[in-house]
């Protein structure tokens, strides 16, 4: 018997919300790894034009939608949790995935968003044929 605390969804009701949270949970995933190869092949690539082009890339696709999906993810898996047996802090893992949700998407919006615009802002430098600026531990300094 479902406590006063828990959400009833009906089947259908309950499929599409665990629907949602897989796909969401899913593109915030492809997302983050878009990112990732977006930034190691700035930073490898020996040409400038390939560069900037990644490094505008991430400023497309590296927070809001990242962001939008992570915040998808958190209120569907809130959703699941407060209409079954796991609830949101009644087994480790369930508290787990919560506290890692909620500190990534906060991380993506306080610590990732403040630096895109400057990574675009390189990108649109490099594509106008400036040279790649010079690392903090360059020899060059």
Known sequence: MPSARTIRLSGRTRKTVLLLHIVSAAAWFGIDLALGISLVTAMVTSDLRTAGVAL??????????????????????????????????????????????????TLIYVALRPGIGEAATLGDRMLAGEPRPCPPTCSGR
């Not at 407060?82 to 506290?99: A, D, E, H, M, P």
């Open 56 to 105: 505008q890339a991430v400023d497309m696709f590296a927070v809001w939608p990242m962001f939008a999906a992570s915040l998808l993810c958190l209120t569907t898996g809130v959703v699941l949790g407060l209409s079954s047996k796991y609830g949101l802090i009644r087994f480790t893992w369930v508290t787990v995935k919560l506290i890692v949700n909620v500190g990534m998407s």
